[in-house]
């Protein structure tokens, strides 16, 4: 560790020059809450390696290894513009690999918030893995990248922003590969798998509470023991209504 001051007129956040270069350390959650306020409160230890360089207002990290259980481990390099100040403070994180479990991410608890509640359906994706970027600030960023699940794969380029305190606002396009469409919705009787694409704007507290304008292409979808194609889907969908249009050059659709 190696910090460099600079001049007479110090201030540990905006002047200290950190040269941190760590491998396969122990760190508790609540240390790291001095710089990054949203960790304050959180007592869970993580176990790191990387590089940090740069002031605490200018932050870079490569190299970085973060393992927070058994299951869930993050590999990325990062450049954070603005700390500690989180809710300004800019950032770009190239994620090389996120893995988890559903479970696992559906049990972390976050101070003055609880545990994070994705839902039932969240949590039958079982295993998952992502790698991409997150560009923007933590309430208005994009999120670039693959995710893989137990019950398939998306590929998402997505905005994300707050709409009230318990809703968020989303827009973008997202392609699901191969999803288990009947396992996410229960519905096995009825539904298979679904390979479409989809340019979404809508708002979302849960999978089960929300509302969104789409315009998608299927290129398929097992219903009925049957595969359909090439389905063109336009409207507003929520989770009790649909008001739209499809159409499809499919004989069986028309």
């Not at 190239?94 to 976050?110: C, D, F, K, V, Y």
């Not at 590929?155 to 396992?183: C, E, M």
């Amino acid at each position: 560790l190696e910090i460099m001051e600079n001049g007479d007129d110090f201030d540990f956040i905006r002047d200290a020059n950190l040269d941190i270069t760590l491998h396969s350390s122990l760190i508790s959650l609540s240390d790291l809450g001095y710089f990054i306020e949203p960790l304050r409160g959180m007592n869970k230890e993580i176990l790191f390696s990387g590089s940090i360089h740069g002031t605490v207002e200018e932050m870079n990290g490569r190299d970085i290894m973060i393992s927070y259980s058994d299951s869930t481990m993050l590999v990325c390099d990062f450049d954070l513009s603005g700390m500690p100040d989180i809710d300004n403070t800019f950032m770009f994180i190239r994620i090389g690999s996120l893995t988890s479990t559903a479970h696992e991410i559906a049990e972390i608890e976050i101070p003055g918030t609880g545990r994070l509640d994705p839902g039932d359906e969240f949590r039958k994706l079982g295993a998952i893995s992502f790698n991409g970027n997150f560009t923007g600030f933590i309430r208005d960023f994009v999120t670039y990248g693959t995710l893989n699940t137990g019950l398939g794969s998306f590929s998402t380029d997505i905005l994300f922003r707050p709409d009230t305190s318990n809703a968020f606002f989303y827009k973008g396009t997202l392609q699901a590969h191969s999803v288990g469409l009947g396992k996410v919705l229960d519905r096995e009787d009825i539904l298979g798998s679904l390979t479409a694409r989809m340019d979404v704007e809508g708002t979302s507290r849960s999978f089960k509470n929300f509302r969104a304008d789409i315009e998608a292409t299927i290129e398929s979808l097992e219903f009925m023991d049957y595969t359909y194609r090439d389905i063109e889907i336009n409207g507003l969908v929520t989770e009790k209504i649909w008001d739209g249009a499809i159409s499809s050059a499919t004989e069986d659709l028309k």
